[in-house]
Structures are given as structure tokens and as C-alpha cells.
């Protein structure tokens, strides 16, 4: 009898704990990440020039990691979220991102923010996109565009991507690409 009682108590605790842990040990709770610059280097994030984009023999890890900035996706990521800023309303940043699962860089996605007049907190003297357009290659995701001086977003799957590359296309004025995810 005793030993059926505690055959019934234990699966009463499993029926009753969901397994939904954070990094804080709590149930059912989302962990919540701060954004943060998307790149690498001395200012992660941070991109005041266009550079050429690669061509497709010059995809490979070492080169794309020796001339780009790139973000390691914590392995706890399932949804990655993508938003800029730049110094001076209505001009035009453009990014291709690229996905690596640790060896070559593939085009994910290119995006097309125009910035408003939203002060970006984490950022001095920067103001957030309110306009956003995307491309798709490889990935779809979801292009979130409010205008009017509301934050414009990107949001999609991380799919298998365990590094992500970032190409500054076109940088009108000194933007601040930033990244976060669930």
C-alpha cells in the first residue's frame, strides 16, 4: 500500500510541474533578455560604413569572421528579434544578415530600416526605425513597420543558425543594429 502511495504522489508532482524552467529556477515563466548590440569587436552592433558584399567564395567562416561583424546565438534562443537606430531621422540603413551553423555563411534576409525621431536609451544620441522593409532568401520572419515614430521590428525563427553575420550595405549616418530573443 505504502509503495502505490508513493507511485501515486510522484506522478501527481509530474502532472503538476509543467518542466518550464528559466535560468532563475522558476516555473512557467518566460526568461526575458535585454537587447544588445548584433555584432562583435570593440563596438558590437555598431556599423558607420558600408562595406562591399561578399561574394559567394568569400562565404566561408574565416573570411566572413576575419572581415564582418558576427553574434554567436545563445543556444537558448529560439526566436531571434531584430531592431536599429540611427542619428538622424528619415535616413536609410540596409543590412544583409547571414546564418552559419558554425561553417559558412548563407543570406538569410536583407533589411531596410528608415529611421524616426524615438530616442534609443541604449544607444546616445540615437533614434529608432520606424520603417522597416524585408527581403527573404533563406528564412521568413515577420516585418513589423508601425511608422509614425513607433519602433519597427523583425522578428523570425532561428531555424539552425548558431552564428548570425551582419553586412552593412548601405549606412547613411552611424546606426546601432540590435538583437534579442526567447
Same mark, same amino acid.
Given at each position: ?7 501515486? =504522489?510522484?506522478l501527481?508532482l509530474?502532472?503538476l510541474?509543467?518542466?518550464?524552467v528559466?535560468a532563475?529556477?522558476e ?5 526575458q ?6 555584432g ?11 562595406v ?11 573570411? +566572413? /569572421?576575419a ?10 534562443w529560439t526566436? =531571434?528579434? +531584430?531592431r536599429n537606430s ?5 535616413d ?6 547571414y546564418?552559419?551553423?558554425g561553417g559558412?555563411?548563407l543570406?538569410? +534576409?536583407?533589411?531596410t +530600416?528608415?529611421?524616426g525621431t524615438?530616442?534609443n ?5 540615437? /533614434?529608432?526605425?520606424d520603417?522597416?522593409a524585408?527581403?527573404e532568401y533563406?528564412?521568413?520572419?515577420v516585418?513589423?513597420?508601425?511608422e509614425?515614430n513607433?519602433?519597427?521590428q523583425?522578428?523570425t ?5 548558431k ?14 543594429l540590435e538583437?534579442t530573443g526567447?
Amino acid at each position: 500500500m505504502r509503495k502505490k502511495g508513493l507511485i501515486v =504522489l510522484v506522478l501527481l508532482l509530474v502532472c503538476l510541474v509543467d518542466g518550464n524552467v528559466n535560468a532563475n529556477g522558476e516555473y512557467g515563466k518566460t526568461l526575458q533578455m535585454p537587447w544588445t548590440g548584433c555584432g562583435s569587436g570593440q563596438s558590437p552592433g555598431v556599423y558607420a560604413a558600408t562595406v562591399v558584399e561578399p561574394g559567394a567564395t568569400q562565404r566561408s567562416k574565416a573570411y +566572413f /569572421e576575419a572581415n564582418f561583424q558576427t553574434f554567436n546565438v545563445p543556444e537558448h534562443w529560439t526566436y =531571434l528579434y +531584430f531592431r536599429n537606430s540611427s542619428t538622424t531621422d528619415a535616413d536609410t540603413t540596409v543590412y544583409l544578415i547571414y546564418f552559419s551553423d558554425g561553417g559558412d555563411y548563407l543570406p538569410a +534576409f536583407k533589411l531596410t +530600416f528608415t529611421t524616426g525621431t524615438q530616442a534609443n536609451s541604449n544607444k546616445t544620441g540615437s /533614434e529608432f526605425a520606424d520603417t522597416l522593409a524585408a527581403v527573404e532568401y533563406l528564412v521568413s520572419g515577420v516585418a513589423k513597420s508601425p511608422e509614425n515614430n513607433y519602433v519597427a521590428q523583425y522578428y523570425t525563427d532561428r531555424h539552425w543558425a548558431k552564428k548570425i553575420g551582419v553586412v552593412p550595405i548601405e549606412v547613411t549616418n552611424p546606426a546601432y543594429l540590435e538583437i534579442t530573443g526567447n
